[in-house]
Antibody, heavy 121, light 107 residues
Framework: QVQLQESGPGLVKPSETLSLTCSVS????????WSWIRQPPKKGLEWIGY???????NYSPSLKSRVTISVDTSKNDFSLSVASVTAADTAVYFC???????????????WGQGTTVTVSS | SSELTQDPAVSVALGQTVTITCQGDSFRHYYPTWYQQKPGQAPVLVMF???DRPSGIPDRFSGSSSGNTASLTITGAQAEDEADYYCNSRDISGARVFGGGTRLTVL
């Protein structure tokens, strides 16, 4: 059974870069899209973007200028970077697995537990 | 537009039926997916595709989509169904978007 685990610093200073990694265990990183989603305190879910095992990416238009998602198939993990962070980037960050479909048929069926990132000096 | 609109809150009496809706132009072209999130937990996929449930999701959950509206129906709501529910879809580029979420209260 595939499991995902987020890791990374819980505190980031304003203007710096937030970096998180999601480790994939119990299955291969190939075939799927690997997504990042975040949830600010007391707010809804926000989709950030995804990467496939070839390194192809798709980002939310609202975050595209600051976000990079990459994959490391040798380590079976994928990573998120958000540049020039502000307090508005404070959130719980989740990673999730998404099965590709041109019709959007499938959903994000495996999620990590989430990791809290606070942006503060 | 790829925006998805949900009612912020809905309530249902224990054992009754409730429908949570989500509006967006993307549903004219793509399937909706639905997620349940309880406090302090990661979201869980409860519905995808035409009306498919992942393994382990009770059959009291069902889904449909018509025009620009997607719906998630719980027939015989249970106390454990009290949660936030989010719809999601893709756009023409493949990007995904979530609705604002609906808080379901079971009375």
């Amino acid at each position: 059974q595939v499991q995902l685990q987020e890791s990374g610093p819980g505190l980031v200073k304003p203007s710096e870069t937030l970096s998180l990694t999601c480790s994939v265990s119990g299955g291969s990183i190939s075939r799927y899209y690997w997504s990042w989603i975040r949830q600010p305190p007391k707010k809804g879910l926000e989709w950030i973007g995804y990467v496939d095992y070839n390194g192809n990416t798709n980002y939310s238009p609202s975050l595209k200028s600051r976000v990079t998602i990459s994959v490391d198939t040798s380590k079976n993990d994928f990573s998120l970077s958000v540049a020039s962070v502000t307090a508005a980037d404070t959130a719980v960050y989740f990673c999730a697995r998404l099965e590709p479909s041109v019709t959007g048929y499938y959903g994000m069926d495996v999620w990590g537990q989430g990791t809290t990132v606070t942006v503060s000096s | 537009s790829s925006e998805l609109t949900q009612d912020p809150a809905v309530s249902v009496a224990l054992g009754q039926t409730v429908t949570i809706t989500c509006q967006g132009d993307s549903f004219r072209h793509y399937y909706p997916t639905w997620y349940q999130q309880k406090p302090g937990q990661a979201p869980v996929l409860v519905m995808f595709g035409q009306n498919d449930r992942p393994s382990g999701i009770p059959d009291r959950f069902s889904g449909s989509s018509s025009g620009n509206t997607a719906s998630l129906t719980i027939t015989g709501a249970q106390a454990e169904d009290e949660a936030d529910y989010y719809c999601n879809s893709r756009d023409i580029s493949g990007a995904r978007v979530f609705g604002g979420g609906t808080r379901l209260t079971v009375l």
